[in-house]
């Protein structure tokens, strides 16, 4: 079943963009607790956030012989922090500096008994303003946060789907807050040449290990049109992976960025919004694909291959 047009929003990134950056340093906040607790997982799997019913959260991480979880509601709009042996706090989400919000949620970890040994500092960002000191970031539009989770809601559900073609090896479709983008990746089972690096205020080795193995990503950014756009890459770029033919019509790969970008409100405003992202992420897939040469046939598959056994004609067999 497709989503109606009309739940797929509108929103200006000029009209948001001061909530948008400082919303990006509250989830590397949240995202870098996450880290100094989860155990490796392969490309950094374990320091993303997740949409979630009400916004985004870091999921269970684990702490001692338990759990915690950090979630950003931007239904109700606050911080909450719940942890497994049933210990529970939170705080409004407002126009607040990052130095607050760093200090608020250090405090509600402590109040816990959950110690937060994070690197002070954002990364993938310049100027890297340590977050204690960090009193330039600091608006909140509530309805603008809201309206971006329901945009990260869409793209989620879409690229949710788009992922169960593929058997291979694949990401969860999960939020970064380094760069801000919600993404998904599949990989060919090949390994990748070194990256080199550069990204800004992060080490040349976090790369090497977020692309050690070839791959094709996809996700969306809040950047690169009007209201966002849709991305893909693949890396290394095979040849001719620039000139293959993608759709739909509006997406068009970006010289200065080195990907393909869709606008977001070139899907927002499509007949069928579902169908129109869904078309960009399998022929993006395919460029990247079909141009490198990858095992199609061992990596993918029809997620509907058993839907036929598990009908109920069928169920009682």
């Known amino acids: 079943m497709t989503a109606p047009a009309t739940y797929w929003p509108s929103l200006r990134v000029s009209d948001w963009t001061a909530t948008r950056d400082t919303l990006h340093m509250w989830t590397q906040i949240v995202g870098k607790i996450r880290m100094a607790h989860a155990p490796l997982i ?28 950090i979630e950003f509601d931007f239904v109700g709009h606050r911080l909450d922090v719940r942890s497994s042996d049933g210990g529970a706090r939170s705080f409004p989400l407002r126009p607040m500096p990052v130095a607050e919000f760093y200090s608020r949620i250090l405090h509600e ?30 608006s909140y539009d509530g309805e603008a946060a809201a309206l971006f989770w329901r ?83 693949a890396y290394p770029e095979p040849d001719g992976f620039a000139d293959y033919p993608v759709g739909p019509e509006g997406a068009h790969f970006s010289a200065e960025f080195q990907q393909f970008l869709l606008p977001y409100e070139t899907v927002r405003a499509a007949p069928d919004p579902d169908r129109a992202l869904t078309e960009f992420l399998h022929t993006t897939y395919e460029a990247a694909a079909v141009r490198g040469r990858w095992d199609r046939a061992a990596l993918e598959d029809d997620p509907l291959r058993w839907a036929a056994a598990s009908s109920p004609r069928w169920a009682s067999k």
């Not at 374990?46 to 985004?56: A, E, I, K, N």
């Not at 816990?112 to 340590?130: C, F, K, M, R, S």
């Not at 990260?152 to 990401?171: D, H, I, P, T, W």
């Open 42 to 69: 392969n490309h950094w799997w374990q320091v993303t956030l997740y949409v979630s019913p009400r916004g985004l959260t870091t999921s269970a991480i684990p702490y001692r012989a338990g759990a915690f979880e």
């Open 151 to 233: 945009q990260m809601l869409q793209a989620n559900r879409v690229m949710g789907e788009f992922r169960s073609y593929f058997v291979g090896k694949v990401s969860p479709v999960h939020f970064f807050w380094g760069a801000m983008d919600l993404a998904c990746t599949r990989f060919s089972g090949r390994a990748a040449p070194p990256h080199p690096g550069g990204a800004p205020n992060c080490g040349d080795w976090v790369m090497v290990e977020g692309y050690s193995r070839e791959l094709s990503s996809c996700g969306f950014w809040p950047g690169g049109g009007e209201e966002g756009a849709f991305y893909a890459y």
């Open 109 to 138: 970890l402590d109040e816990l008994g959950i110690d937060a040994p994070i690197h002070p500092y954002p990364n993938e960002v310049e100027p890297a303003i340590p977050f204690a000191e960090d009193r330039d970031h600091a």
